[in-house]
């Protein structure tokens, strides 16, 4: 991790800790866990809260290509330095919460989503608006990879109830500070059929 994006994270930690959640940014084994799952033939991805970019790195290393990449990010000194790294990605300086009702893809064709933001520091009420625009946006088959800080998910069953969707855990990390576990969130596959034979 270069020190001047640990820096940056630190500074902005200070300025906003609820917003950006942790003292730094995440490590490459992290990242490495979030997006083992996804490659060139995933298409399009979505990534909420980018920061100085590790997952976004670690995307392109898995071969996605950069200008597949749409990232959300709310704040304003890490959406410029993005758009300087990152030149071919689109980039919106936003809050993850508008995607609920902004159309940023003709339709649901992201093939997955990979989220930095801080969960366990958002409303449920957000929560479920950030929710709701990712699998908006995400095709039959996507899913969310979500990390947080800790062995629990960040996710109440409550609202992964409501919105149809399940957890699986992928993976735990030590070598991040602090350590963290690495969930998918998909929709329930539901059965496309009914038969009444079997009700």
């Known amino acids: 991790m270069p020190a001047h994006d640990a820096l ?3 500074m902005a930690w200070t300025v906003a800790p609820f917003r950006i959640g942790s003292v730094t940014p995440s490590s490459s084994s992290l990242a490495a866990l979030m997006t083992r799952d996804i490659g060139p033939e995933t298409g399009p991805v979505l990534e909420l809260g980018p920061g100085t970019g590790p997952f976004t ?21 890490f959406a410029a330095l993005l758009m300087r790294r990152f030149p071919a990605a689109r980039i919106f300086e936003m809050d993850a919460a508008g995607l609920r009702h902004l159309s940023l893809f003709p339709g649901p064709v992201v093939g997955a989503a990979v989220s930095g933001l801080p969960f366990r520091l ?30 629990r998910c960040p996710f109440d069953q409550s609202l992964l109830d409501r919105l149809d969707l399940e957890v699986t855990r992928v993976g ?3 070598r991040n500070f602090p350590p963290a576990t690495v969930y998918r969130v998909a929709r329930i596959k539901t059965l496309g059929t009914y038969d009444w034979r079997f009700a």
Do not use: C, M, W
Request: aromatic share 8%.
């Open 172 to 174: 735990h990390t030590f």
């Open 122 to 151: 958002i409303s449920p009420r957000k929560t479920l608006a950030i929710l709701e625009g990712v699998f908006a946006n995400l095709r039959p088959g996507g899913a969310l990879y979500q990390f947080t800080l800790g062995r």
């Open 57 to 77: 790195r670690a995307l392109l290393s898995r071969g996605v290509r950069e200008d597949d990449l749409t990232l959300i990010e709310s704040d304003p000194d």
């Open 8 to 10: 940056s994270f630190l």
